[in-house]
């Protein structure tokens, strides 16, 4: 990851993830997993540009 300039964030909790997902969601690609408060999440779109995180064994 660092070749590329990225690294991981960590999230305490969910309130922390939201907020970060709403200031970062031009940066996010599809199928991105995100884990925050110990939960699997997968980032979806659901059209019109829209950012959806879903649980992991729900996106499979």
Known sequence: MKATGQHPVQFMGMNDAINWLKRHRKELLVGTVIVAAG????????????????????AI
């Open 39 to 58: 939960v699997a999440l997968v980032v979806v779109s659901s059209g019109a540009g829209v950012v959806v995180l879903a649980p992991l064994a729900a």
